[in-house]
């Protein structure tokens, strides 16, 4: 189960912790900063092969990313 709410403040909050702006996330994964701002305000989604991007950019499983694990680990 994908939970937006959960997926929108772990981004926001592991972006921070990285010290990335939200332009160098979108830069990253080929999207605009704006776009960033949006997903990460749960005003709109992203793809699947964008969300393995930012999983491994952001050093973390996906499905922690996404909500459905508390285990940020990569295994």
């Known amino acids: 189960m994908f939970l937006q ?3 929108c403040e772990r981004l ?3 972006r921070k912790q990285r010290n990335m702006s939200q ?3 979108g830069a990253a994964i ?3 900063k704006v776009q960033i ?3 990460e ?3 709109r989604t992203t793809t699947i092969e964008k969300l393995v991007v930012l999983a491994d950019i952001l050093d973390v499983s996906l499905d922690y990313l996404v909500g459905r694990s508390d285990d ?3 295994r």
């Open 5 to 7: 709410n959960i997926f």
């Open 12 to 14: 926001r909050a592991l």
């Open 23 to 25: 332009a160098t996330l």
């Open 30 to 32: 080929g999207v605009s």
């Open 37 to 39: 701002s949006d997903i």
């Open 41 to 43: 305000l749960g005003n």
């Open 72 to 74: 940020p680990e990569r």
